[in-house]
């Protein structure tokens, strides 16, 4: 389809502006426009890279989205400088060094529009720009979806990443967007990328999957807050949090994730609250390094497909799960190496091939008002150095109670075995403990 006309539609007081206006090229109207003005653009290709300076209205005409394409041979479509509205277009880039969108200052609307390209990125927002991007979708198999970069914002409601070469969405250099019910999936690299101080994002209501990499990528001291979303079918881990990284999760669903479902690593602080990590391939939750936390409350994590502990915590780092619930999997929690602590109070771990709670490598475990039931091992204080307490807990149709060996020595208070297959307290191998109240 050739390139059509434009109609400006005049919004001044002036006498001499007239009221409407038609031009022959989307540049010739912008000449013409001024703040507040309409551009109706006429069904076409439009082989022009356009940079919007006024707060005018860019719109395709009514009833026919999709029927205006902005698709120049090479550089940016679409620059967008000032608070404009766009609605209705279909936007083509084709040079894989620069954006499709361009967004760079003002509070610009963008409404309804596609963009299919093989850019660095579908849309890029950057500086000062703060647009609400409503109910677009992003089709770029060469690069980024979204790209929010060097103290930027915007809200993107009901938008749609539905390919990406690399990131689905990616924040970097301070930026901080919010995202509402949005669906990111097909991407190469990570679904979300958080990279760099002072970068943030906040997600409500979002769905992310069939991705190569990571779902979710917090990194290098950025934040993340979602609640109501959920990450799923990934082809690496579910989500990670590397090098002072922080992320809140609300009411959240993580499942069919063949690695790690959640994975933190250098200092990274994760909070899970009222949240469900289900049928992961190695880890449910994998923490690691000194500083590192997770803090989990009234959360469920089960049904592992693979060999591995739904709860794993090494080299100094620290879980806490208060009211959870961890179920149908091969051994629920490993703590090990000394510095490593998890604190368990009045949660429930229960259908456990192997062992529900293992301590071993100078690592401590408490367990407060907790219920153990349906494994082989209910508790295992492994060697020397490794210790804890579990007060008040309950252990119910295992093979083994509480085991302590090779110089581990906890502290078991007020805790009823019952059903045990062989031993309610097996003490061997220089194992100690102070049994009290049992």
């Not at 890029?124 to 979806?145: I, Y």
Request: aromatic share 4%; with cysteine.
């Amino acid at each position: 389809m050739a390139q059509g006309t434009v109609q400006v539609t005049h919004t001044g007081t002036s006498r001499w502006r007239r009221r409407t206006g038609e031009y022959p090229s989307l540049a010739a109207a912008l000449e013409a426009a001024g703040d507040g003005d309409v551009l109706t653009i006429a069904p076409g290709t439009y082989r022009e890279n356009l940079v919007v300076r006024q707060a005018v209205t860019l719109r395709g005409p009514e009833g026919a989205i999709g029927s205006v394409r902005i698709a120049p041979p090479d550089g940016v479509p679409l620059t967008l400088r000032a608070s404009v509205t766009v609605q209705d277009l279909h936007i083509e880039g084709q040079d894989v060094a620069a954006p499709a969108l361009l967004v760079e200052d003002g509070t610009p609307e963008l409404l309804d529009l596609r963009i299919m390209t093989r850019s660095a990125a579908g849309i890029e927002v950057r500086g000062t720009a703060r647009p609400t991007v409503r109910r677009c979708t992003v089709d770029n198999p060469a690069g980024v979806g979204i790209a929010v970069v060097d103290g930027a914002a915007g809200v993107f409601e009901e938008c749609e990443v539905v390919s990406a070469g690399q990131a689905g969405v990616s924040v970097r250099g301070g930026a901080h967007p919010r995202l509402e019910r949005c669906r990111i999936h097909h991407a190469s690299g990570a679904g979300i990328a958080v990279t760099g101080e002072g970068s943030a994002l906040e997600g409500v209501g979002c769905e992310v999957y069939e991705i190569k990499g990571a779902g979710l990528q917090i990194a290098a001291r950025a934040t993340a807050h979602l609640s109501d979303s959920s990450v799923h079918r990934t082809s690496g881990d579910g989500i990670t949090l590397d090098t002072d990284a922080v992320l809140t999760l609300s009411d959240c669903d993580i499942h069919d994730v063949p690695e790690n479902a959640v994975d933190l690593r250098s200092r990274s602080v994760l909070t899970l609250t009222r949240s469900t990590v289900r049928r992961f391939g190695r880890n449910g939750l994998s923490v690691w390094d000194p500083g590192t936390r997770v803090d989990a409350n009234q959360c469920e994590i089960h049904d592992s497909t693979g060999d591995y502990p739904a709860v794993w915590v090494s080299d100094g780092a620290t879980a806490v799960l208060d009211a959870c619930r961890v179920h149908d999997v091969p051994d629920a929690l490993f703590v090990l190496d000394r510095g490593s602590r998890v604190d368990v109070v009045d949660s429930d771990l229960s259908q456990v091939r192997n062992t529900a709670v293992s301590v071993s490598d100078g690592a401590t475990a408490q367990l407060d008002d907790c219920r153990i039931r349906e494994a082989s091992t209910g508790a295992w204080f492994r060697d020397h150095g490794s210790g804890g307490t579990l007060g008040g807990c309950t252990i119910d149709s295992v093979q083994t109670g509480v085991i302590v060996t090779k110089g581990a020595d906890p502290t078991i208070d007020r805790c009823t075995v019952t059903s045990p297959a062989e031993a309610g307290f097996y003490v061997s191998a220089e194992g100690r403990g102070s049994f009290t109240g049992c």
